[in-house]
């Protein structure tokens, strides 16, 4: 079995036939977590788990490139999706495993808005938002883009003001679609947090050295679809069953047995999320 991490099957990329890709993905012994980054995903992503007995699991989130709006003539600054009550409300429901997409991402902002405002704001709804998981027991999903120099001090910081809501064995988030290199991974680790890799890997030889030498225990495997599809599928959209081409590759780069690759992958996510 294996278990895609993460997953947007609730984008509209998949609006015509997301329980036919859910359907071929539980065929191929394949669960998925479904991932939320605004209210209106995070509600479509519980309300496809919660057509599924197993197999299919939800989060709720507020992904950084949704705060602001991105057109330039519109000057708002939260948007309309934000409202912490809301997302707390969906991440009581039994089917919701973690709290995410959130992050920072100062790739992709507004140019009309101040980017020292863009930042900060970012940070205060990642900190709640960080806050909520810790208040309900679930771990977090991080997404972080060209802002690891600012991510890394700020989950220090979050862990230290709230070390009586940080889990001491056992990972509190994952930083996923990992794009860092290797000494940026142990300092991940070192706070307790772990990481996720994507099809990525089937294509680009830049993290062979830090998978030979990661722990088992600090890595899962997620699809990211509709994007990041592995090879041999690499331009084509993306979906929860093709998962298994990450786990091959890490087994090759590992020398390792491929059902063991699977098994540990597996086990890491069952623990993550509880499920």
């Not at 298994?244 to 699977?262: D, F, G, L, P, T």
Request: include cysteine; hydrophobic fraction near 35%; charge should be negative.
């Amino acid at each position: 079995m294996y278990i895609d991490t993460h997953s947007h099957i609730n984008f509209n990329h998949f609006k015509n036939d997301a329980h036919d890709v859910i359907k071929r993905s539980l065929a191929e012994q394949t669960w998925q977590i479904v991932v939320g980054s605004d209210y209106k995903t995070s509600k479509r992503a519980l309300d496809y788990a919660n057509r599924y007995e197993k197999g299919v699991y939800a989060t709720v989130g507020l992904h950084p490139i949704h705060i602001f709006p991105h057109k330039e003539d519109d000057y708002e600054t939260l948007g309309e999706d934000y409202n912490y009550d809301v997302y707390e409300k969906l991440a009581k429901f039994e089917k919701v495993v973690a709290i995410g997409e959130v992050g920072l991402d100062y790739y992709h902002t507004n140019p009309a808005i101040d980017q020292r405002e863009v930042k900060e704001t970012q940070k205060k709804v990642l900190y709640q938002q960080l806050l909520l998981a810790r208040k309900l027991d679930l771990p977090a999903i991080i997404h972080c883009r060209q802002a690891h120099d600012d991510m890394v001090p700020f989950l220090s910081d979050f862990k230290r003001e709230n070390r009586e809501l940080i889990p001491k064995e056992k990972p509190w988030a994952v930083m996923h679609c990992f794009s860092g290199n290797e000494d940026l991974a142990w300092k991940y680790f070192g706070l307790g947090v772990i990481i996720s890799f994507t099809g990525l890997i089937t294509f680009s030889k830049q993290w062979d050295d830090l998978i030979r030498k990661i722990p088992n225990d600090k890595y899962m495997i997620e699809t990211d679809c509709p994007y990041m599809t592995p090879e041999p599928f690499r331009g084509e959209r993306n979906e929860p069953m093709l998962v298994k081409y990450v786990s091959q590759r890490i087994a090759e780069i590992k020398n390792m047995n491929h059902e063991k690759i699977q098994e540990i992958s597996t086990s890491n996510a069952r623990n993550f999320f509880k499920i």
